[in-house]
């Protein structure tokens, strides 16, 4: 207890008094700065919920996770596997994938800014180069979803490939062999043997990766700083609390809806999902 005192206080200051706090301010009626504020219950609640803007936040916030969260951990799954293999270079390779991991998200999102830049960026460039029109990118609200899902997938592949990779090289060689022998072929053996003894590797990216979209934020906010289509939970918490608005009580309520999703969604996959997963 002497030893983990120091961390369990500086938890309870950092992680649970502010999410109790946080709860406490979605019951008020607040504006940012105010010195005084007027308890509301569950107002904030009721005014989200039947708010017309709701059902687009939370539709926007439920393609660009289950997109995200997809589309990283399956061409991060293809990467590691060609990244497996024993080829010329292939260090330098698994580096270069996973720089981007480690790059600030503002310069992440700058770049791809200028990238797909409809009269300036090097697409439109590259388009007109071809003869073709380049579509507005930002604003054009479901391109500017496509775009900063791109983007985000982008970022993260590298993580879910040296996880991915990590996996693989624990597989036992012999497994794989005595397939071979068996006559299995290349895609049995990935089915049949390099699938299960991953499941723990995939539940493990799952969860991150699910947590880490549903509170993506910088490069959104960077790329589509009016979030022109690509207002998430998390980016309408911020607009709510620091934009116009400056509704800091509204702005918890959303917050508090966004734990409480992470909460029951990380209790699902490990009740359910973890069912299903193979541990050797």
């Known amino acids: 207890m002497a030893f983990a005192a120091p961390n369990v206080i500086l938890i309870i200051l950092f992680t649970y008094r502010p999410l109790i706090t946080n709860i406490y301010f979605s019951t008020l009626d607040w504006t940012l700065g105010a010195a005084s504020a007027t308890s509301v219950g569950l107002g904030n609640y009721v005014e989200f919920f039947s708010s017309p803007d709701a059902a687009n936040v939370l539709g926007v916030t439920a393609i660009f996770t289950v997109t995200t969260v997809g589309g990283a951990r399956a061409l991060g799954l293809l990467v590691a596997l060609a990244l497996n293999q024993k080829l010329k270079g292939r260090t330098f390779a698994r580096a270069v994938v996973f720089a981007p991991y480690v790059l600030s998200g503002v310069g992440v ?84 043997i390099v699938v299960p003894l991953l499941s723990p590797t995939t539940f493990f990216l799952l969860i991150t990766s699910l947590l880490s979209s549903l509170q993506a934020f910088d490069i959104i906010r960077i790329m589509t700083p009016s979030g022109n289509g690509t207002s998430t939970l998390i980016f309408d918490s911020y607009v709510q609390a620091f934009g116009s608005y400056n509704r800091a009580g509204y702005s918890a309520a959303i917050s508090v809806v966004l734990f409480a999703g992470l909460l029951i969604m990380t209790a699902v996959q490990l009740r359910f999902v973890e069912r299903k997963v193979h541990y050797s």
């Not at 700058?110 to 380049?134: C, E, H, K, M, N």
């Not at 609200?141 to 090289?169: E, F, R, T």
Request: glycine fraction near 8%; charge should be positive; aromatic fraction near 16%.
């Open 109 to 192: 999102g700058l770049v791809w800014l200028f990238i797909f830049d409809p009269t300036y960026g090097a697409l439109s460039w590259f388009l007109r180069s071809l003869g073709q029109i380049s579509p507005q990118w930002v604003n054009d609200p479901k391109l500017a979803l496509v775009m900063i899902i791109v983007v985000y997938i982008w970022k993260n592949l590298g993580y879910c490939a040296v996880v991915y990779l990590a996996g693989l090289q624990s597989i036992p060689p012999q497994l794989m062999e005595a397939a071979s022998l068996d006559g299995a072929t290349s895609f049995r053996r990935f089915r049949t």
